[in-house]
């Protein structure tokens, strides 16, 4: 072997060993590296029950419910799959809205209601102008359709 | 295949030359882009229906943090080749890349959480896309530490070089961290395979930017690689000729 491909396998060595490294730590922590956990994996029992975990979904529309004169709220967490509802006291980011994602952080109840203390949103990759979205809201009967992958994964 | 321009990429007062004649090339047309695609998006674009003004933000952080990846992709590779073929050319190269990549990387972070904070309710969190950027800055800033800890040029070269091609991993994990695992970053919109999810009149001022950007870099990075060849070179008689 000459010094130049002892080299380039060098090069190609560090790439192999370094991806394999990373695969195999992205498979060991693949449920730490989960940022939030969706309905069906909290149904599914792979969510941690005794301790605080972020659920995400999407808000079902209809369910927000304020209760006046304080900051309490509730609403119903969903993958279009199981539901989860969720119980909030506190200010919600701009863009938490009936039909999109949501992301909420806290501790599952034994009555079943995930009880919230902190709420982010999450927004999804369309952007469009607001005639547009009125638009397409027309055309399917004054509702927006909702993307129903409410996870980012790869589209089925 | 005629290889004698690559060879001659070699010589560090050809480099020098080629560099100084190309790099008006690269930065007026950055300069005016960049202006230009400001202007396309902060004043043109329509706003979005559900982020409103604050969407704009994506015409500064979307281009950074594409060209953050970008970036080291080119400094890896330059310091590969330097590697393989001992070419001091590209190891000069791939130094000058680092601090651009890291400004990039280091805006694309700022610009995210001045944009998190209204949309998702906080600035940072510690997500898989944000915490594999985050990354990308600590790999750009270690690269550049242990280049300067270390005196012997030829030394500082390989062993940045090594460290380059090993954070080469950190760049699929960045791009489909939102893919493989829940995320609360958005799937790309436009740096997919499928049709741009922003329709023409938003989108074309961030496809600017991102040409803008890149014109911007190869600029800077040729007036960085003049300055690092020249003191690489400071002992040669062709630079004393060059500087008097």
């Not at chain 1, 939030?36 to 029950?49: I, N, Y």
């Not at chain 1, 209601?113 to 009967?141: C, S, T």
């Not at chain 2, 890291?102 to 969190?125: D, R």
Request: glycine share 8%.
């Amino acid at each position: 072997m000459t010094p130049r491909r002892r080299r380039i396998a060098l090069v190609v060595g560090i790439l192999a060993g370094v991806s394999l490294a990373a695969l195999l730590a992205a498979r060991a922590f693949q449920d730490n590296v989960m940022f939030f956990f969706d309905p069906s994996q909290v149904a599914a029992g792979s969510a941690p029950l005794d301790k605080r975990f972020r659920l995400g979904g999407m808000v079902r529309p209809g369910t927000v419910a304020r209760t006046a004169g304080s900051l309490e709220m509730q609403f119903v967490v969903t993958d279009f799959q199981r539901d989860v509802p969720v119980r909030y006291s506190g200010v919600v980011p701009d863009l938490f809205r009936e039909n999109q994602g949501v992301v909420a952080h806290g501790k599952l109840g034994s009555d079943g209601i995930f009880v919230a203390d902190e709420i982010l949103a999450k927004h999804d990759e369309n952007y469009m102008p607001p005639e547009v979205a009125r638009a397409i809201k027309e055309k399917h009967g004054g509702v927006m359709p909702v993307n129903p992958d409410i996870r980012n994964g790869p589209r089925t | 295949m005629d290889w004698t321009w690559f060879h001659r990429l070699a010589s560090p007062p050809h480099i020098y030359r080629v560099a100084g004649t190309l790099t008006p090339w690269f930065a007026w047309p950055a300069g005016l882009l960049i202006v230009s695609a400001l202007y396309a998006g902060l004043f043109l674009a329509p706003p979005d229906y559900q982020q409103g003004e604050g969407f704009r933000m994506i015409y500064v952080h979307a281009p950074s943090a594409w060209l953050s990846v970008m970036i080291y992709g080119v400094m890896a590779t330059a310091a590969a080749v330097g590697l393989i073929w001992r070419m001091k050319v590209a190891h000069a190269a791939a130094a000058s890349c680092a601090a651009i990549g890291a400004s990039f990387t280091f805006v694309s972070l700022v610009t995210g959480m001045l944009w998190g904070k209204p949309m998702w309710g906080t600035y940072w969190v510690w997500d898989p896309r944000l915490t594999a950027q985050l990354v990308l800055l600590i790999l750009y800033l270690g690269y550049m530490a242990l280049r300067s800890g270390i005196d012997d040029l030829g030394r500082a070269d390989r062993a940045s070089a090594v460290l380059a091609i090993i954070g080469v991993v950190n760049l699929p994990i960045i791009r489909y961290s939102v893919e493989w695992w829940n995320s609360i970053h958005q799937a790309p919109s436009v740096m997919k395979m499928e049709r741009p999810s922003m329709p023409f009149d938003m989108l074309a001022p961030l496809l600017m930017m991102l040409l803008g950007f890149t014109l911007l870099f190869a600029a800077v990075m040729l007036v960085r690689m003049r300055a690092e060849v020249l003191r690489r070179e400071r002992g040669a008689s062709w630079v004393k000729e060059v500087v008097s």
